[in-house]
């Protein structure tokens, strides 16, 4: 299962979230998300546990806890699709069309 893992400190690394992770099961991956220009953490990342019961106890056991001086927001990761509006490059609007919804209205 993959768990996002977000509000993480700028601080914490890859191993400290290994580390998090390991008491509830086998880790098989992680992957703190950086800033492609500067290198630096966004504050948030991706653990995949093979796992589902063991993933679920470490959502509900570290979820809420702190890390490195900040509280985790610890959940299931959902797929780009599962977003409103389908992901990157979609827009919330539904279909208005482009710019001012182009719909019926004339002046």
């Given at each position: 299962?993959?768990?996002?893992?977000?509000?993480?400190s700028?601080?914490?690394?890859?191993?400290?979230?290994?580390?998090?992770?390991?008491?509830?099961?086998?880790?098989?991956?992680?992957?703190?998300?950086?800033?492609?220009?500067?290198?630096?953490?966004?504050?948030?990342?991706?653990v995949?546990?093979?796992?589902?019961?063991?993933?679920q106890?470490a959502?509900?056991?570290?979820?809420?806890?702190?890390?490195?001086?900040?509280?985790?927001?610890?959940?299931?990761?959902?797929?780009r699709?599962?977003?409103?509006?389908?992901?990157?490059?979609?827009s919330?609007?539904?279909?208005?069309?482009?710019?001012?919804?182009?719909?019926?209205?004339?002046?």
């Amino acid at each position: 299962m993959n768990i996002y893992v977000g509000s993480l400190s700028y601080e914490v690394t890859e191993q400290d979230l290994q580390t998090a992770f390991e008491p509830f099961g086998k880790v098989d991956s992680v992957s703190l998300i950086k800033d492609r220009d500067t290198g630096s953490s966004k504050g948030f990342a991706f653990v995949d546990m093979p796992s589902n019961s063991e993933a679920q106890a470490a959502i509900a056991g570290l979820n809420g806890k702190e890390l490195k001086g900040r509280t985790l927001s610890v959940n299931q990761a959902r797929g780009r699709t599962d977003r409103p509006g389908g992901g990157r490059g979609q827009s919330y609007g539904g279909d208005r069309g482009g710019y001012g919804g182009g719909r019926g209205r004339r002046y």
